[in-house]
């Protein structure tokens, strides 16, 4: 018997939730370490250790990520989505991974040509990906800057999205990804006249 007919909301297949929660902590981190690295410079070589492998991370989570979408089918859009919504949700799925991938490469560019050597474990280094060049340096540090606002802007408008169909639709949509057990939703009501289709007029007396 499928999802469907015992009523329970489709999911995406298991690697598939697995890499989503695994990646949204890690954005959330990364996130939250480039918006103090900006605002203080307290902590900010500390941070910056953390930064650099863990944006690597995130390139790599990224396109093992996009192998995974490739090679599973995801559950249909809910009822409950009409058409447009439909329609943003799947653009703003695939600028989320443009921005996955372009801004770890924009950070790496940035500090190649700065001349900075990129470590990421003791004595584990990455190659240089761009010309040591000021003004090379300046228009990727831009570059960078301006795709972490639009990852923030396309990662808060995703939760924005999401909180509103869990807490005001009520639609189960977190069910899609969940990792823990879901329950069985309520049967949807058949409409009136399908109701009355299937009902066998009673005699007369």
């Given at each position: 018997?499928?999802?469907?007919?015992?009523?329970?909301?489709?999911?995406?297949?298991?690697?598939?939730?697995?890499?989503?929660?695994?990646?949204?902590?890690?954005?959330?981190?990364?996130?939250?370490?480039?918006?103090?690295?900006?605002?203080?410079?307290?902590?900010?070589?500390?941070?910056?250790?953390?930064?650099?492998?863990?944006?690597?991370?995130?390139?790599?989570?990224?396109?093992?990520?996009?192998?995974?979408?490739?090679?599973?089918?995801?559950?249909?859009?809910?009822?409950?989505?009409?058409?447009?919504?439909?329609?943003?949700?799947?653009?703003?799925?695939?600028?989320?991974?443009?921005?996955?991938?372009?801004?770890?490469?924009?950070?790496?560019?940035?500090?190649?040509?700065?001349?900075?050597?990129?470590?990421?474990?003791?004595?584990?280094?990455?190659?240089?990906?761009?010309p040591h060049?000021?003004?090379?340096?300046?228009?990727?540090?831009?570059?960078h800057l301006?795709?972490?606002?639009?990852?923030?802007?396309?990662?808060?408008?995703?939760?924005?999205?999401?909180?509103?169909?869990?807490?005001?639709?009520?639609?189960?949509?977190?069910?899609?990804?969940?990792?823990?057990?879901?329950?069985?939703?309520?049967?949807?009501?058949?409409?009136?006249?399908?109701?009355?289709?299937?009902?066998?007029?009673?005699?007369?007396?």
């Amino acid at each position: 018997m499928s999802d469907k007919q015992i009523g329970r909301t489709p999911q995406f297949a298991l690697p598939s939730r697995l890499l989503h929660w695994v990646m949204a902590v890690m954005v959330i981190t990364q996130l939250f370490i480039g918006v103090t690295m900006v605002a203080s410079l307290a902590n900010y070589n500390i941070l910056l250790a953390i930064h650099r492998p863990l944006g690597i991370a995130i390139l790599i989570f990224v396109v093992i990520r996009i192998g995974n979408r490739l090679l599973h089918k995801p559950p249909p859009f809910l009822s409950t989505m009409r058409p447009w919504e439909r329609r943003v949700a799947t653009r703003s799925e695939q600028l989320l991974y443009v921005l996955l991938v372009a801004q770890p490469l924009a950070g790496w560019a940035m500090l190649s040509s700065a001349g900075v050597p990129i470590v990421l474990f003791r004595q584990l280094h990455l190659p240089a990906i761009a010309p040591h060049n000021t003004t090379v340096y300046a228009v990727l540090w831009y570059t960078h800057l301006t795709l972490a606002y639009l990852l923030f802007a396309t990662f808060t408008a995703h939760m924005c999205a999401i909180l509103f169909h869990t807490l005001v639709i009520r639609d189960r949509i977190l069910d899609r990804m969940a990792l823990w057990p879901i329950p069985k939703t309520a049967p949807a009501a058949k409409p009136a006249t399908e109701q009355a289709a299937g009902q066998v007029a009673e005699p007369p007396d």
